[in-house]
């Protein structure tokens, strides 16, 4: 099978893009390419095309390679529910909890879906882009492992290891990486790369010389740091305490609420490109600003958690005083859970079984319990008839006299989601909302907001464009195919 492998120094050295940009550059080629993640760990996933759900960032990778999304392209996804445990989902599906702990010794009984799936890729694809996890030295979960060295041993896949220089310390990350791990391991390493560089590239020639001598492994690229990537959405939570785009003092101020367990952040990302909004991700311990327009409550992995917190920082008075003064508030999933009368748990899905209060400012109640709903879903919205397209990804039965009055309305007339009898309080289970043209737009205006002549999906595949022809100038993409093609 051909196939290339990229690992990293560390976690946030650019894997997922350099994975995006590969795939893109090689599909520009006229090449059947296919993203693979063996393990991920996200909670920023996507509804495939075959009812089940991936990493985010596989998602944004298949569209660079301008493929569906599939399970197959990320076999294996943790979705953090506490500091110590996540749900297990298996080529789509969820297959239960685990504490970390507990899923070393899962991890061997893993391998085998794993190499399925990148079978499956690979009886499609002219070549396959493999994205590692994390670290590539993390010699103490080695044993087992299936999402770096594991499984680049196992499927027989040259690796290409990256640092970061911008981070600092990448001669240090990539020689030491070499001298901890395995002597086999390092044998199947052929090169490195080195990551968002700034400045003049010739100030680090010997830098990159010096690795070479000191790893034994070739150079395939010094790769300039790339601004626009903060335009693409992003995966890890890391990206929630980055920079915004620029500085904004726009009118409309849209607060959303980034409580510990955050899910699907990146429904936000289109709001982040409006000029007339200033987009704030609140964390814990700061006050909801008194002149925000709307607040947006975001979904959770683990609602009941996050509206303990939501209320132990105090942001239910502040939500209750925004809403005496007229602001708006809407949530998403696990956000629109929270704004109801009570949430419940019985079968202990998210955490201890139990049921709570919930912020009352909606007339529904949720039980957490049932199948997992995966599906993609449009129709029009309450908001002057808007059409919208977007996904569902949620455990639970939300019902109540608020769900008279709905948002949304399915193309098959199915009705989902609650307004508030003033129509100041909102919600729903549909994620993705904000990247269909039509329906931000509307709420933008519904809410003061200027809109802008913004096509989302035409920005993403462009700066996907600009991204590949910036890795063609960098990276030896010649070299890496003819790796992959031993």
């Known amino acids: 099978m051909k196939a290339i492998m990229l690992q990293g ?59 569906a999304p599939t399970v197959h392209m990320n076999p294996v996804l943790l979705k953090p529910q506490s500091n110590i445990g996540a749900q297990v989902v298996v080529q789509g599906r969820v297959v239960g909890t ?13 391998m085998a879906s794993v190499l399925e799936s990148f079978r499956k890729l690979g009886e499609e694809a002219d070549i396959v882009v493999v994205e590692g996890a994390g670290s590539a030295s993390e010699i103490n979960l080695r044993a087992g492992d299936i999402a770096n060295m594991g499984f680049a041993q196992a499927a027989n896949v040259p690796v290409i290891l990256v640092g970061d220089i911008d981070r600092g310390g990448v001669i240090a990350s990539l020689v030491g990486t070499k001298a901890v791990i395995a002597p086999d391991d390092a044998a199947r390493i052929a090169g490195f790369i080195v990551n968002k560089f700034r400045g003049d590239p010739t100030l680090f020639a010997a830098g990159m010389s010096e690795i070479e001598r000191l790893t034994g492994w070739s150079s395939f690229g010094l790769v300039p740091y790339f601004s626009n990537a903060n335009r693409l959405p992003a995966e890890d939570a890391l990206a929630l305490a ?93 956000g629109y859970q929270m ?96 990247a269909d043209d039509a329906f931000r737009a509307a709420l933008l205006t519904s809410i003061g907001a200027e809109t802008s002549s913004l096509n ?9 464009d600009q991204f590949a022809t910036h890795i063609e100038l960098h990276v030896a993409c010649d070299r890496l195919l003819e790796l992959a093609n031993r």
């Not at 490109?273 to 200033?278: F, R, T």
């Not at 909801?288 to 008075?317: C, E, F, H, Q």
């Not at 709903?373 to 449009?378: A, G, M, N, T, Y």
């Open 98 to 110: 685990s504490k970390a702990r507990d899923f070393q010794s899962m991890k061997p009984r893993l």
């Open 242 to 334: 980055a920079p915004q785009i620029a500085p904004r003092n726009g009118p409309i101020q849209i607060v959303v609420l980034a409580y510990p367990r955050i899910s699907n952040f990146d429904d936000f990302d289109p709001l982040r490109l409006e000029p007339g909004v200033d987009l704030k991700f609140l964390h814990p311990g700061s006050p909801i600003p008194g002149n925000a327009t709307l607040v947006i409550l975001p979904g959770s992995k683990a609602t009941m958690a996050d509206l303990a917190t939501l209320r132990d920082t105090g942001w239910d008075i502040d939500l209750a005083a925004h809403v005496r003064r007229g602001g708006r508030v809407l949530g998403i999933c696990g």
């Open 339 to 434: 704004l109801g009368k009570r949430v419940s748990d019985p079968n202990g899905i998210e955490g201890e079984p139990g049921s709570v209060d919930g912020l009352g400012l909606l007339d529904i109640e949720t039980v957490l319990d049932g199948d997992k709903v995966l599906v993609e879903v449009s129709g029009t919205s309450e908001l002057g008839g808007a059409p919208f397209r977007g996904y569902e990804m949620h455990i639970g039965r939300t019902t109540g006299a608020g769900c008279a009055k709905p948002m949304l309305r399915f193309a098959d007339s199915r009705t989902e989601g609650a307004i508030s009898a003033l129509g100041h309080v909102s919600g729903c289970y549909v994620h993705g909302l904000f």
């Open 9 to 67: 120094t560390g976690s946030d050295v650019g894997k997922s893009l350099l994975v995006a940009g590969l795939c893109r550059a090689f599909s520009n080629r006229g090449l059947k390419v296919r993203p693979f993640k063996p393990q991920n760990m996200s909670n920023n996933a996507a509804v495939t095309a075959d009812g089940g759900e991936i990493g985010r960032a596989q998602a944004l990778q298949a569209r660079a390679a301008r493929v």
């Open 456 to 464: 989302y999906d035409a920005d993403i595949d462009d700066v996907l």
